[in-house]
């Protein structure tokens, strides 16, 4: 008998509700689940390419340990044992620092390493703690520490109301939205038209959504913090300023109008390449659209301005009337951890730094930046050991292959990942858990970033083979083995679904809310396409952490990097190309390469160059190109395309699947290269340290 599953996808952060049909412990579909309240049936490839993914031969199923080079598969006792060993060992050898940790992208995607990672990973007490942050968002917390009291209240684009969406460096269409959790993207953004409204994209490349655009205008890569500066400039030039209920609780707003009055929309257009009178165009626009949204994402973050211009996007909201006004950015009020003040992690910044070059701390994390130095400098504090739980930092940190080369110069590393790729080949034992399927889920991460409040719990598919070991299973055996080899045994902690039940209990919905009845585990396991909780309403002014519950809109630090940023106006413009980045629906960073349903098709790993640019250097349409700077040098196809701004390259990242030891042959059969060769640890803004992977300086010659 086929038997239904509800479930949400926790492949990225649209978190889309899943129908999978089953017969005898095969999936026999994965479908659209219609009655989901936050997705409606929408799904993409990769949900359904799960089915793949929870087939993958190459997924491994058991520990394994790697004696003079082959490995082996080991039993979990013993393998928990081996590290507690090796981590304690090392600790007390050269000191706690001497271990590091390393945590990916997929570990907010599944709720047991919400809940459990930290158990574990205290225990190292150790400074030298990275994740993929630092490569992404890491602005995005900075600005709403500063500005709201706390790293998670983030303004979310109230998009299925807004009158006019402003959106830079993010396209949506290929990503399925970041801090912007809102699946089936197409129709809520044509609905935006459909109402009357306006869709404006900034991006140097003419992406999928700009496509659906009223107006799209190209950009030079790095340079959107002039245009937001301008904008903020001539709507107080213009007395365009709007203040709703929070312009009696926002400081600071004086010292901004001075501080923008050098960019006028001239000096921006002469830098970003957006002429002024359109940039005099989009500030009237968002002046006087009923409601408005400046969105701005990875295009925006991942750049030598990233803290910013995610800076400019919250001022603009503020100063338009549309921060914490519906169709305009709302914080959002899920069943779960919803950010305000009586959350604890309200993150902090500054506290310590990195060893060798002094990069920030940010949330007891040092940029991913500094990771290889910190492996690679000698002298006390020097990393010796590794820890990577959900991570593929060689595809996915600049400089991959210095890393590479670090990581293989470590006295251990271990692993918690389902694959042998490229990071965790160099790892002494390997952790994998067991299928996605069969662990149950409820998303306490992206739930907080959504357009619409729901809450969905997921249980488990399939349920896993007895001698394998769920995530949140190897973070409590790996706490308890190294607790013990500490002296002060820890006790497991309780499995997520217990601590999801108490969280809900003590959660804003406990008790019901309006229309909403008390949302416990129980009623959701009742419920399972999930509950709709309601739109975003406004709720800033009561859920600000700041110590005096104000609003802060400047400070020390904005007002030196917005010197930094008149001083590198004033520079001459670089004439080289400038490679940016690429998402496609059919690719999650660097991991789903894995998978026959996603992987075929033609190539994806080439690289768009415009047909002027092309000409310049006599390069034919298909042709082997050799993309090279100081940093390194890698070659692929070059493949002709109008969608490029000139003077402007682009290539996905995450490829880059070339090691004969790893054990992933569908990748390996579709290697592509890996961006991250040309990516500088050195390139960083140098406010809070967050990666550049964009922009990058590079030359283009036949390869
Ligand atoms: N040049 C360039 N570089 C980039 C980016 C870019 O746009 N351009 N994007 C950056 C961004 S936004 C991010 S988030 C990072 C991502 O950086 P990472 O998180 O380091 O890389 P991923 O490719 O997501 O690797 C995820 C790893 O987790 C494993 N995994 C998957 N699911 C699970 C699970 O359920 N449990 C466990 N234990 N492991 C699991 C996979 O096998 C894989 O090894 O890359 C960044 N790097
Ligand atoms: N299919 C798929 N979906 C994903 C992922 C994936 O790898 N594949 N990764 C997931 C992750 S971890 C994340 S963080 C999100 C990211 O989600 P998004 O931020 O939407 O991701 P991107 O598609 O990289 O969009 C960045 C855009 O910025 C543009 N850009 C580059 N440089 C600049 C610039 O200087 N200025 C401006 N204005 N634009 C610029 C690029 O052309 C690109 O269109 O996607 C998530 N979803
Ligand atoms: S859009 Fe994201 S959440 Fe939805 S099916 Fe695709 S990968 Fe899964
Ligand atoms: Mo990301």
């Known amino acids: 008998m086929p038997t239904t599953h509800y479930r949400a996808c926790h492949l990225c952060e649209a978190i889309c509700g899943l129908k999978i049909v089953t017969e005898n412990e095969q999936i026999i579909s994965i479908t659209g689940d219609m009655d989901d309240p936050l997705s409606k049936g929408h799904i993409c490839p990769k949900g359904v390419a799960l089915k793949d993914l929870h087939n993958d031969p190459d997924r491994l199923k058991q520990p394994l340990h790697k004696v003079n080079g082959q490995w082996h598969s080991i039993e979990w006792d013993e393998a928990y044992q081996l590290v507690a060993d090796k981590l304690h060992g090392i600790a007390s050898q050269y000191g706690n620092d001497a271990v590091s940790f390393y945590a990916g992208n997929p570990n907010v995607h599944n709720y047991g390493h919400m809940t459990h990672g930290a158990h574990f990973s205290r225990l190292l007490r150790t400074k030298n703690r990275f994740s993929a942050t630092s490569v992404d968002q890491l602005p995005h917390h900075v600005v709403s520490l500063w500005m709201y009291g706390h790293q998670s209240l983030l303004p979310i684009a109230d998009i299925d109301h807004t009158d006019f969406l402003l959106v830079l460096g993010a396209n949506p269409m290929a990503s399925n939205g970041s801090l912007l959790t809102a699946p089936d993207i197409r129709n809520r953004l044509k609905a935006i038209r459909k109402r009357g409204g306006q869709l404006v994209v900034i991006d140097p490349r003419r992406t999928e959504t700009a496509k659906l655009a009223d107006t799209h205008h190209f950009i030079r890569p790095g340079t959107d913090a002039a245009l937001l500066l301008a904008l903020i400039n001539l709507l107080f030039a213009n007395q365009q300023i709007t203040l709703n209920h929070l312009g009696a609780i926002s400081d600071g707003l004086a010292d901004v109008e001075q501080a923008v009055q050098p960019f006028t929309a001239q000096w921006a257009a002469h830098y970003c390449g957006i002429a002024a009178t359109e940039i005099e165009a989009l500030a009237l626009q968002l002046a006087s659209a009923p409601s408005a949204a400046v969105y701005g994402r990875m295009g925006v973050s991942t750049q030598g301005f990233g803290t910013l211009c995610q800076w400019a996007i919250q001022v603009l909201n503020l100063i338009t009337g549309n921060l914490d006004s519906v169709g305009g950015t709302l914080v ?372």
Request: contains cysteine; charged residues 20%; glycine residues 8%.
């Open 332 to 703: 959002t009020s899920p069943a779960v951890n919803p950010a305000g003040p009586t959350d604890r992690a309200k993150g902090q910044f500054g506290q310590w730094h990195s060893r060798v070059r002094g990069l920030p701390e940010f949330a007891k994390e040092l940029p991913c930046s500094a990771m290889i130095e910190e492996i690679e400098t000698a002298g006390e504090g020097q990393i010796k050991a590794m820890v990577t739980i959900a991570g593929n930092p060689v595809l996915s940190t600049p400089t991959g292959q210095r890393l590479d080369k670090a990581l293989a110069g470590l006295e251990f590393m271990v692993s918690i990942d389902p694959y042998l790729n490229e990071t965790t080949r160099h790892a002494d034992i390997i952790l994998p858990p067991a299928s996605p399927l069969a662990h149950s889920h409820y998303d306490i991460v992206f739930a907080r970033f959504a357009v619409h409040n729901t809450a969905k719990f997921s249980p488990e598919v399939f349920a896993k083979a007895g001698d394998e070991r769920y995530d949140y299973q190897i973070l409590n055996g790996l706490a308890l083995a190294l607790s013990t080899k500490q002296g002060k045994p820890v006790a497991p902690l309780p499995k997520p679904e217990l601590l999801l039940a108490h969280m809900l209990s003590v959660g804003p919905y406990s008790q019901g809310r309006g229309d909403v009845p008390a949302i416990s585990l129980e009623l959701l396991k009742a419920n399972p396409s999930g509950i709709d909780l309601g739109p975003l309403r406004p709720s800033l002014s009561k859920r600000l952490c700041t110590d005096d519950q104000r609003i802060h809109t400047f400070n020390d630090i904005i007002a030196a990097d917005i010197n930094r940023l008149a001083q590198a106006m004033d520079k001459p413009i670089d004439g080289q190309l400038s490679l940016i980045g690429k998402r496609d629906l059919r690719s999650n960073n660097s991991w789903m390469h894995n998978l026959p349903y996603l992987i075929k098709g033609k190539p994806r790993c080439v690289l768009l160059m415009h047909p002027d640019d092309m000409a310049a250097k006599q390069l034919q349409d298909g042709q082997a190109v050799t993309v090279s700077n100081a940093i390194g040098s890698i070659t692929l196809t070059v493949s002709e395309s109008h969608e490029m701004m000139p003077s402007v390259v682009c290539m996905p990242h995450g490829w880059g699947h070339t090691f004969a030891d790893t054990q992933q042959q569908v990748a390996n059969d579709n290697p592509g290269v890996n961006m991250n060769q040309l990516t500088d640890v050195n390139g960083l803004d140098p406010v809070c340290g967050n990666a550049i992977l964009s922009g990058i300086s590079v030359t283009v010659s036949a390869a």
